[in-house]
């Protein structure tokens, strides 16, 4: 905390001018509800290998007098970006990471990604542009002669980032439009922005930041487009940190939220790079002027240049994960100390009603889910990036991209829809910029764009989805482990009857997992047909495919992420289970919950075939039992995840419960909090201009 800010607190608590208020228990009390839980067996099984790195390092924050949200509010973006240069500055270099260190064990350098955003995205954004996508592109797309500028960028010599999008072109990377051609008489690129809309534009890092930039551009070899491929070329001077001849550097502008980071454009106008910044591990240019490359199709190059950056990807996961955790802990805390209404002797606190409960609570599995599944993603990450070295379409890489695909978009679509219901279940008080409500809510609404856009992301999923059960149409065998339930007889499937009639019964986790895969199935006979039908009616491919979105594939890539989320949060409890008895008891519920809820959300669905009316019933009244039952034990599970009051940085939501006291003191700490506006004359001036009609 700034000791100004500081200074400010003391005295306005000394002179306030607001009654005296008693020491609030409201949040104790709502802790001492159902049995004791045991919070270090459901923090282990949260982020497993992370704990011990996770403690740590949210330690040294809550310890810095760098990193405090409150001083943070209303300054000016340049002092910001300033500010958390200096954050990653002082927590990231006390690590020791290395390119080798990282290799050996991504969870590494993940919880130092993984802390810095949960104080603050702009912080983790900034550092994983640098090193996670610029480096891993190093990494992936690099042969021996890069290994220097590896080691550079882990040691901070480098400051790096990646030069995809452009004005004109995100999603669709292929029709990029900046050109790097090929000079054979000095064996140099040549880069272009042709057009304005080729500008390269959002790129993270670049308008104050990087020295040195990841940048995909088509290769033209003798006036021969090759397609898009990667250059790690230097941007700024490396003393003076001044741009380059024949680069042009600018500001994209301020933001609706993460200001820390400096998002910039780039314009090249006939710059030359060396040969060797071209990141030539499946493509190279000979001393005789031939491009060679092991890859024939340009698509399929591209597609395996991009899947060197899944890491990014499985950012966007946690960064969904921890605003979504931050906005819970605030909400529900103040949810158990804020009361209205009740009897005619005492109020009653929100979080008691109903509505609350299931605005809330209903959305707390979603948060486990997303944490379970990003811990497994991570897991693998090691794995399939080996495999993809070797054979970049193996099943077991193209599994891994779907799944990613489909995490990433519902991670994002839970966060922000939770966030909103946790900013409106405060109320006024979650409005103030002050309750961190409003700024995790917009640092998350990026997160369904940046790493690939939701709706494009459902659409790859969709395509392998519908591939594999192509392949048993063929009388093949699905190897894919998440699939092992597909079954190719639609009236099969037709005929399925979801067999409860109770709530015991529907809680079955056998029926449980059932359900969710019958979803799955119905959806992907239901887009073949529809696929077959929009074929005969469209006589491009491409329209036809297009036109089976809405209602079908969308809907489809969902089905299958949600069953797989569910799957990920079964293991997390069962984790729980094994550490603690009664507590996996409780845990277990936020399973059966997220399951419940999900199916809820799809009864339109399951009423064609496979649930009743009375059925449905059934659905909703247990999700609004389990709510209730989990009321009792959401206060200490959530916290038992939560960080530090420092790094979430809401007045409303902090662990001592004091709301009213907090909000008092924050609001009287500005210095012309009960000042006379400079501009109050103007209110006698309107006077004099306007007439008052007697009466």
């Known amino acids: 905390m700034a000791k100004s800010h500081r200074l400010s607190l003391i005295n306005s608590h000394l002179l306030s001018q607001f009654p005296a208020l008693p020491y609030d228990n409201s949040l104790q009390t709502f802790r001492q509800r159902g049995s004791p839980l045991n919070a ?120 790096g980032s990646l030069s995809v999008t452009e004005m004109g072109h995100g999603s669709n990377v292929s029709m990029l439009e900046t050109t790097a051609t090929f000079d054979h008489t000095t064996r140099e690129f040549i880069i272009n922005s042709p057009t304005a809309t080729s500008a390269k534009w959002w790129v993270g890092g670049v308008a104050k930041s990087s020295n040195m930039t990841a940048l995909f551009a088509r290769l033209i070899v003798e006036g021969i487009d090759r397609g898009i491929h990667v250059f790690a070329i230097p941007i700024r001077d490396y003393n003076t940190h001044e741009p380059l001849p024949g680069v042009v550097i600018g500001d994209c502008g301020k933001k609706n939220s993460l200001n820390g980071i400096d998002n910039g454009f780039l314009i090249f106008k006939n710059y030359r790079v060396p040969y060797d910044c071209l990141l030539d591990k499946h493509s190279s240019i000979s001393l005789d002027n031939k491009f060679k490359s092991h890859i024939k199709n340009n698509d399929k190059r591209l597609a395996m240049m991009l899947g060197g950056i899944l890491r990014g990807r499985i950012g966007t996961i946690s960064l969904a994960e921890y605003t979504m955790k931050n906005g819970l802990t605030i909400a529900l805390r103040y949810g158990a100390v804020r009361k209205q209404f009740g009897s005619k002797t005492q109020e009653s606190a929100i979080l008691d009603y109903q509505t609350h409960q299931y605005r809330l609570i209903s959305n707390m599995p979603k948060l486990f889910a997303i944490r379970a599944s990003a811990n497994q993603m991570l897991s693998d990450f090691k794995s399939v990036r080996q495999k993809s070295r070797v054979d970049p379409e193996c099943e077991e890489v193209q599994e891994y991209h779907a799944l990613l695909s489909t995490l990433k978009g519902l991670s994002t679509q839970f966060s922000a829809l939770t966030l909103k219901e946790c900013r409106e279940a405060c109320g006024g008080h979650g409005y103030s910029a002050h309750s961190a409500l409003g700024r995790l809510l917009n640092n998350q609404d990026i997160n369904s764009t940046w790493e690939g856009d939701n709706t494009v992301l459902a659409q790859q999923t969709g395509k392998y989805l519908l591939k594999q059960i192509q392949r048993m149409y063929k009388g093949q065998k699905v190897t894919s482990p998440t699939l092992q339930y597909l079954n190719p007889d639609f009236d099969h499937i037709k005929n399925y009857k979801a067999n409860f009639s109770n709530k015991e019964e529907l809680l079955n986790e056998k029926l449980l997992f059932e359900i969710l895969e019958y979803r799955v199935n119905y959806l992907i006979h239901k887009c073949i047909n529809k696929l077959q039908t929009n074929a005969a009616k469209y006589a491009e491919v491409i329209d036809a495919w297009n036109n089976t979105q809405v209602f079908y594939v969308q809907e489809l890539s969902k089905a299958y992420g949600e069953r797989v989320m569910a799957n990920n ?96 003191n924050t609001v009287e700490s500005y210095p012309d909090v009960y000042k006379q506006a400079s501009w109050a004359h103007l209110f006698k001036d309107i006077r004099k201009l306007t007439k008052l009609n007697s009466s």
């Open 40 to 159: 270090s067996a459901i923090l282990e099984s949260y982020f497993r290998d992370m704990t011990p790195g996770v403690i740590r390092i949210r330690q040294l924050i809550n310890s810095s007098k760098l990193f405090d949200h409150q001083a943070e509010v209303g300054m000016p973006t340049d002092q910001l970006r300033e500010l958390v240069v200096r954050q990653i500055q002082e927590i990231y270099l006390a690590q020791n990471i290395t390119p080798e260190l990282d290799e050996a064990d991504p969870w590494r350098s993940t919880q130092v990604f993984y802390v810095l955003g949960e104080f603050d995205a702009s912080v983790a954004t900034r550092l994983t542009v640098s090193v996670g996508l610029y480096g891993d592109t190093l990494k992936s797309l690099g042969t021996q002669k890069h290994k220097n500028l590896i080691d550079r960028v882990y040691a901070v010599h480098d400051y």
């Open 569 to 664: 949060l079964r293991f997390m409890a069962d984790d729980v289970l094994a550490k603690c008895e009664n507590t996996g008891k409780a845990f277990r519920k936020l399973l059966h919950l997220f399951i419940v809820e999900r199916i809820e959300k799809s009864l339109a669905t399951y009423l064609e075939f496979a649930i009743t009316p009375n059925q449905a019933d059934i659905v909703r009244e247990t999700e609004l039992e389990l709510c209730k039952e989990l009321s009792d034990h959401c206060i200490n599970i959530i916290e038992a995840v939560a960080p530090p009051d420092k790094m979430i940085g809401s007045i409303i939501g902090t662990s001592d419960g004091q709301v009213y006291q907090n909000i008092i």
